[in-house]
């Protein structure tokens, strides 16, 4: 079966909140489910936080976190005051944070420079092989346990 790469958009603070957890999560569009029906156990999924802040417009550009989708399907959980969002689990492996910036020229997802983060209004969207590498190199994350050590010939 073939592992597919996902790009996820959150502000950093509720990316972070993700990959702090004991048992590392992820949530899109403000936790809806269908979104999350597309990701299947084994696919990787790397978080890019166009802001610190949720609303904020302070221009933060970098990836966040970087993991693997867990087995199971996903699960709606309660996190008060009558949001339930829900949720799929991640392990999340060890990365730095890395801006976009210098990696724009280099990903075959961008197909015009001057729209770059058009995709990214989507809340979710799949990349190939060798954009998730670019982005988990940047990341100084360990392309064996992300499974993106063999490049395909």
């Not at 970087?66 to 087995?71: H, R």
């Not at 075959?108 to 998730?132: A, I, P, T």
Request: glycine letters at 8%; one cysteine or more; hydrophobic letters at 45%.
């Amino acid at each position: 079966m073939r592992r597919r790469n996902w790009i996820a958009v959150a502000s950093a603070e509720h990316a972070r909140r993700g990959c702090a957890a004991s048992i590392g999560y992820m949530q899109v569009g403000h936790g809806k489910l269908a979104p999350l029906k597309r990701i299947a156990a084994g696919d990787r999924v790397v978080y890019y936080s166009p802001t610190v802040v949720f609303g904020a417009n302070d221009h933060f550009q970098r990836f966040v976190s970087v993991g693997i989708v867990q087995p199971g399907v996903p699960y709606a959980f309660d996190m008060g005051n009558g949001f339930v969002p829900y949720r799929r689990d991640v392990a999340y492996v060890a990365a730095q944070e890395a801006s976009i910036l210098p990696l724009l020229d280099q990903f075959e997802f961008v197909e015009d420079r001057q729209r770059w983060g058009y995709k990214f209004r989507f809340g979710l969207f799949e990349v190939n092989d060798h954009d998730m590498r670019l982005i988990a190199r940047a990341m100084q994350a360990d392309l064996v346990q992300l499974g993106l050590h063999i490049q395909a010939v």
